[in-house]
Every structure is written in structure tokens, then in C-alpha cells.
């Protein structure tokens, strides 16, 4: 996404001559976790994009359109790798290394990487962790079925070559070294629920409380990757139990039986 963002933010000033303040780059996701990385970039002094735009907001308006036009271009053609990025593999596909692992959902993943923190998975050269089951085709912000968009993808990856020839010299050249963290990647420590420990400790309570209330699917339809991250923020006051959209259904069939 930075790569992309860098790129298209350049191009535009070459073209229009503006300044880079005056252009705006947005990107449209599938994951939450994106509109993190765009205000909060890890190892970069601010990010290449503007701003993310989920795609169920907009896919019911690029659908109607799209028919219209006439015909499309683009700078450069994706890869059949580039786009099986987008499902859980992918990653390990695309750069070819026999020795990996590959782990898609918040709930193995965090174990997991646990086990590396252990110092347990020494014999693994590439690991690649997708938070979302499938990986970006399970996305909280998609439109399509999951498993019906694994197909279409793996189906359509197909009919592009695997890879697309292009100079890293030549980008270097022209943008400089743009596929590199320019800042030392740092842990965030943990925030407690509260300062003080005994207040921390009955918010504890109550987040356990929520956790039973809610229905323990980890969809991440409310925005959050599972079922206690919500009920930490409804702790927190960043979100409200209405944001489950399970728990909520639950009540109306409950209340339309009575």
C-alpha cells in the first residue's frame, strides 16, 4: 500500500505539477487495520496515502458504474502472485520459500506467535500471518462471500502471469529506494484499563462480564478483530455492545418470539 501510494503520488505530480500536500491518495480496503496503518505508519515519519475507503461503502457505486466505461488502463499490469496476495498463502507462494508457515486468523495467529516469542519456531525462514481467516478475502469491510472470493480470485489469478518483469534499478533510479522502512520498528506497550489498579481490576471484572454476553464468533463485523478486543473497548468507551451486530439480531428474535 506505501509502495503504491509513493508511486501514484509521484506520478501525479509529474503530470499536474502540484504539490504533494495538494494531492490526495486514497486507498480502497478491505481491512480496517489499513486506516491504523495510514494515521498511525510503523518505521515511516507519515504514510504515502491519504486515507482508506472501505469497499463495502463504495461497491454498490463502482458496480452501476463500472459498465460505462468504455475502456480501462493502467500503469502496470498486477501479477497472478500479486493478486493471490489477497488470500491466505499467498505470501508464501508468491516469494517461493519451501521452508514456511502459514497461519490466517487472530485466533491461531496469536498463539503462534507466542510460540516464536519462545523461540520455538527457529527452523521456520518465512512466516506469513494473516489476522483474518482466508486473509484479506475475510476482511471486516468485504462485500463478497469469503470462500466464494477465494475461487474467483485463485480462478482469475490464473488467466495473469505469474510474475511481471520490471527493473528494481530502474525504480531505484527514478524514485529512489521506496521497498525499504526508512525508521526502527518499535513494540507500543500496553495500555492498562485504568491507572488505578483497583478501577483496573473492576474493569477487568466487567470486560469478562461482556465477553459472556457476546457471541463469541470473533466475524469482526463491529471492527474489531474478535469478541473480548470489543468488549476491551466498550470498556474503554470506544465502542458500544449495539456495535455487535449478532448480539443485536439475538435481541430482536428474542423480543419478536415474546
Same mark, same amino acid.
Given at each position: 500500500?506505501?509502495?503504491?501510494?509513493?508511486?501514484?503520488?509521484?506520478?501525479?505530480?509529474?503530470?499536474?505539477?502540484?504539490?504533494?500536500?495538494?494531492?490526495?491518495?486514497?486507498?480502497?480496503?478491505?481491512? *480496517?487495520? #489499513?486506516?491504523?496503518?495510514?494515521?498511525?505508519?510503523?518505521?515511516?515519519?507519515?504514510?504515502?496515502?491519504?486515507?482508506? @475507503?472501505?469497499?463495502?461503502?463504495?461497491?454498490?457505486?463502482?458496480? $452501476?458504474?463500472? *459498465?460505462?466505461?468504455?475502456?480501462?488502463?493502467?500503469?502496470?499490469?498486477?501479477?497472478?502472485?500479486?493478486?493471490?496476495?489477497?488470500?491466505?498463502?499467498?505470501?508464501?507462494?508468491?516469494?517461493? @520459500?519451501?521452508?514456511?508457515?502459514?497461519?490466517?486468523?487472530?485466533?491461531?495467529? @496469536? *498463539?503462534?506467535?507466542?510460540?516464536?516469542?519462545?523461540?520455538?519456531?527457529?527452523?521456520?525462514? &518465512?512466516?506469513?500471518?494473516?489476522?483474518?481467516?482466508?486473509?484479506?478475502?475475510?476482511?471486516?469491510?468485504?462485500?463478497?462471500?469469503?470462500?466464494?472470493?477465494?475461487?474467483?480470485?485463485? #480462478?482469475?489469478?490464473?488467466?495473469?502471469?505469474?510474475?511481471?518483469?520490471?527493473?528494481?534499478?530502474?525504480?531505484?533510479?527514478?524514485?529512489?529506494?521506496? &521497498?525499504? &522502512? $526508512?525508521?526502527?520498528?518499535? *513494540?507500543?506497550?500496553?495500555?492498562?484499563?485504568?491507572?488505578?489498579? &483497583?478501577?483496573?481490576?473492576? #474493569?477487568?471484572?466487567?470486560?469478562?462480564?461482556?465477553?459472556?454476553?457476546?457471541?463469541?464468533?470473533?466475524?469482526?463485523?463491529?471492527?474489531?478483530?474478535?469478541?473480548?478486543?470489543?468488549?476491551?473497548?466498550?470498556? $474503554?468507551?470506544?465502542?458500544?455492545?449495539?456495535?455487535?451486530?449478532?448480539?443485536?439480531?439475538?435481541?430482536?428474535?428474542?423480543?419478536?418470539?415474546?
Amino acid at each position: 500500500m506505501e509502495v503504491a501510494g509513493f508511486l501514484a503520488r509521484a506520478l501525479a505530480q509529474q503530470e499536474t505539477g502540484l504539490i504533494s500536500e495538494d494531492i490526495g491518495v486514497w486507498f480502497i480496503t478491505p481491512c *480496517p487495520a #489499513k486506516v491504523t496503518a495510514i494515521y498511525q505508519p510503523e518505521a515511516l515519519h507519515h504514510s504515502n496515502v491519504s486515507g482508506a @475507503i472501505a469497499i463495502s461503502q463504495i461497491y454498490g457505486d463502482l458496480l $452501476r458504474l463500472l *459498465p460505462e466505461q468504455a475502456s480501462s488502463s493502467s500503469i502496470w499490469c498486477a501479477s497472478g502472485y500479486g493478486l493471490g496476495w489477497g488470500r491466505a498463502g499467498g505470501e508464501t507462494l508468491a516469494v517461493g @520459500i519451501a521452508n514456511h508457515l502459514s497461519v490466517d486468523g487472530i485466533e491461531h495467529l @496469536i *498463539p503462534l506467535l507466542e510460540e516464536l516469542e519462545m523461540g520455538r519456531l527457529r527452523d521456520i525462514a &518465512f512466516l506469513e500471518c494473516q489476522a483474518c481467516v482466508g486473509g484479506c478475502l475475510g476482511g471486516a469491510l468485504t462485500v463478497e462471500n469469503p470462500f466464494i472470493a477465494r475461487v474467483r480470485l485463485r #480462478k482469475l489469478a490464473a488467466k495473469l502471469p505469474q510474475a511481471v518483469e520490471y527493473s528494481l534499478e530502474a525504480f531505484q533510479e527514478q524514485f529512489g529506494d521506496i &521497498f525499504s &522502512f $526508512r525508521g526502527e520498528v518499535t *513494540p507500543r506497550p500496553i495500555q492498562p484499563l485504568d491507572d488505578n489498579l &483497583f478501577l483496573a481490576i473492576a #474493569k477487568m471484572d466487567y470486560m469478562e462480564e461482556i465477553v459472556k454476553e457476546l457471541p463469541g464468533l470473533d466475524c469482526g463485523a463491529c471492527g474489531a478483530p474478535n469478541c473480548r478486543a470489543l468488549a476491551e473497548d466498550i470498556v $474503554r468507551g470506544r465502542a458500544r455492545a449495539s456495535d455487535c451486530i449478532i448480539t443485536i439480531r439475538n435481541r430482536l428474535k428474542r423480543g419478536s418470539s415474546e
